[in-house]
């Protein structure tokens, strides 16, 4: 596994017979998330449901997450949430709500994203990232205005990152270049006869 060789990972997953009984593979769970990429990694992730979840039962809370930011880092984002969503809320914290967040956000699914956002911040309020995500999906909503306070959350907590630093600079940046804009509309103006544009009155 370390060598990453997937093909050879999966023969000797066929000679154990993990496809035929994946069940026995949960006296082990780390070879459930070996199996799980292994698939993946030889193109066969469409068989995952198939030889998984039917046959393995129920799954610890520990093995349904590494399955899902398992899934969540192949892109799979659907897999991801489903995978996730089974862990019981008991066993549920910041770092469960934050990935199922960014799942749903890869989705575009923008009000569940952000309530799983919400989640996260209320089991560990000091993760710079749920805000720089909360902030984000504002921004992708087209709500620059509600982007800006939960980037200065997430600049607040980790001021010497780029990318929060960046996001942050980038909206107020955008915000200004709007209210400038809108300044400059509001004003009255007279018409330019020499090129027939009309300039913004000012005081003399």
């Excluded at 026995?24 to 292994?38: D, M, R, S």
């Amino acid at each position: 596994m370390q060598s990453q060789n997937w093909q050879r990972a999966a023969g000797l997953f066929q000679q154990i017979g993990a496809e035929k009984d994946p069940a026995f593979l949960q006296q082990e769970p780390t070879l459930v998330l070996w199996f799980a990429q292994t698939l993946i990694e030889t193109h066969r992730s469409d068989q995952i449901d198939r030889l998984l979840s039917p046959k393995l039962g129920p799954m610890s809370s520990r093995l349904l997450f590494a399955l899902g930011t398992l899934f969540a880092q192949h892109r799979m984002f659907e897999r991801a949430v489903g995978y996730l969503q089974r862990v019981p809320r008991e066993s549920a914290d910041d770092a469960l709500y934050f990935n199922l967040g960014l799942s749903y956000s890869h989705l575009h699914k923008v009000d569940e994203a952000r309530k799983c956002y919400f989640q996260a911040a209320d089991k560990n309020p000091r993760l710079p990232d749920v805000y720089l995500h909360i902030g984000l999906d504002y921004t992708a909503s087209g709500e620059p205005r509600m982007a800006i306070p939960w980037l200065f959350r997430a600049y607040a907590q980790a001021s010497s990152r780029t990318d929060i630093s960046y996001a942050l600079a980038e909206q107020l940046l955008r915000l200004e270049y709007s209210i400038q804009r809108r300044k400059f509309s509001d004003r009255p103006s007279r018409l330019d006869r020499t090129t027939g544009c009309c300039l913004p009155l000012t005081a003399t």
